[in-house]
């Protein structure tokens, strides 16, 4: 197939995220399954052997591979099938209808991710359809569970069924969106991602009437100072690989932000201030950044107090952490811990509520020089760039198996970064028809030209 975009696939495309999306697969509870039963109806109509695997009841994983003539390398093309919750009240639109308008399908999944399943379980169909015979094995997987962790879809597969899903490389959601610098486009390619580590602080006090209160000890008071401390706490910034590579291609040019960015590389110890100045102007792209940078500490929930007129003795806050590749949960409890000696540590408890391991994919490889090498036969001007999310995918998961991962659905900038940033769990989510059909044509043309 010459390297075109595939204009004539653009409406069976499009009624298939339509599909994907009235599929109600809000996480939790998930309820998968009826979605994954389509499209295993949809590729078994188009001659693939599909296989349903249920973690648990409604909780489907649909797998399925086109054979390679030989054993290396092989291509896992993953998406999952659950989206997070969508309010009908607050959205301009049904989020569950997938609505077609002004160039746009809506819907709760448009961006993440059931329009990369869409153009995934396309490009299955083209390659059979084109009679592609690829040198290793392409596997095609749409799961469960990954808004919630994962734990009932890809993290269950690799724990029981490891060897349907393993392969050399990983196509995944986390990357492909384009920022627009000057007169080109640089599109980014996930190769990294941060890690939860959540945390439950408790504060301890003595109880006591809200009418003395100096003859108590205010669980709130301490609690309202550790929130202070952890809030205001900046951890000391780390250049990851990934980063470093990042901030060197955005510092490429001589514009105002390339130059920001250039003296952010020369001095990373002033990275703090130029983002800052940089804020005022892209605060999307420079809050990301700074997040990028180092550890961040969230305050997220606090609970204290049990009656008007008591002071309270006992006060939680949990706190959203996210540690950069190379970091620990101890290192991290340590850091925190030193912040607050001050509150005074006997009087504190510390519980981890939920962790994962921060991982990274190398860029120096075969896929990521085909990535830049196709996105420039569509793009010819772009740039390509290593990307590394502050959340989490399912990518992890298969990281800690060897597997390298790359997140990558392509998409040209036609919304503000702002407001694309803000989309993919917010309101009125969508994504253009022209940009379904781009993300289509980069990524089969990238799967034939990488597995052929």
Not at 111 to 139: C, F, H, Q, Y
Not at 208 to 234: F, K, Q, Y
Not at 287 to 311: C, D, F, Q, W, Y
Not at 366 to 381: A, G, M, Q, S, V
Request: aromatic residues 6%.
């Amino acid at each position: 197939m010459s390297v075109k975009m595939l204009y004539e696939a653009k409406d069976e495309l499009v009624s298939l995220l339509q599909q994907l999306i009235r599929f109600n697969t809000t996480n939790p509870p998930g309820n998968e399954t009826p979605a994954a039963e389509f499209l295993k109806e949809v590729l078994e109509n188009e001659g693939f052997k599909c296989e349903l695997l249920e973690s648990s009841p409604s909780r489907g994983n649909v797998i399925t591979r086109i054979k390679g003539t030989n054993r290396k390398p092989s291509l896992l093309l993953l998406s999952h099938l659950d989206v997070v919750a969508a309010n009908p009240d607050e959205w301009s639109v049904d989020p569950f209808a997938g609505t077609v308008k002004d160039g746009f399908i809506w819907g709760r999944g448009a961006l993440d991710m059931k329009s990369m399943t869409a153009v995934e379980v396309m490009i299955m169909k083209l390659l059979k359809r084109n009679g592609v015979k690829p040198k290793g094995d392409i596997i095609f997987a749409a799961t469960a569970d990954e808004e919630m962790g994962g734990g009932a879809g890809v993290e269950w597969l690799v724990k029981n069924h490891p060897e349907k899903i393993k392969a050399d490389y990983v196509i995944n959601e986390g990357g492909g969106f384009a920022i627009p610098v000057k007169n080109r486009n640089i599109y980014t390619v996930q190769t990294a991602e941060k890690a939860i580590v959540w945390i439950k602080i408790r504060a301890k006090g003595t109880p006591g009437h809200g009418s003395i209160p100096g003859a108590a000890d205010n669980a709130v008071l301490r609690m309202a100072e550790t929130v202070r401390l952890l809030g205001n706490h900046r951890p000391k910034i780390k250049l990851v690989p990934t980063v470093k590579r990042n901030l060197e291609e955005l510092s490429k040019g001589a514009g105002f932000q390339q130059r920001l960015f250039g003296k952010l590389l020369a001095n990373p110890l002033i990275a703090d201030k130029i983002l800052d100045m940089m804020a005022k102007k892209e605060r999307a792209l420079a809050e990301s950044i700074r997040a990028m940078l180092r550890t961040t500490i969230a305050p997220t929930i606090i609970h204290g107090g049990v009656k008007e007129n008591v002071i309270p003795s006992r006060c939680e806050a949990v706190f959203d952490c996210r540690i950069l590749p190379g970091q620990s949960k101890e290192t991290l409890l340590a850091e925190i811990k030193r912040v607050l000696e001050k509150v005074g540590l006997e009087k504190l408890e510390f519980e981890i509520l939920q962790e994962n391991t921060p991982t990274e994919s190398p860029f120096d490889t075969p896929l990521y020089r085909t990535i830049e090498k196709t996105l420039r036969e569509f793009d010819p001007n772009c740039r390509v760039t290593p990307f590394m999310m502050t959340g989490g995918t399912d990518s992890r998961f298969l990281r800690e198996i060897g597997c390298v991962c790359y997140g990558f659905a392509p998409m040209k900038p036609d919304l503000p970064l702002n407001e694309f940033l803000r989309m993919a769990h917010g309101i009125d989510e969508r994504i253009s028809i022209e940009n379904l059909v781009f993300s289509l044509s980069v990524l089969y043309r990238l799967v034939e030209k990488f597995m052929t």
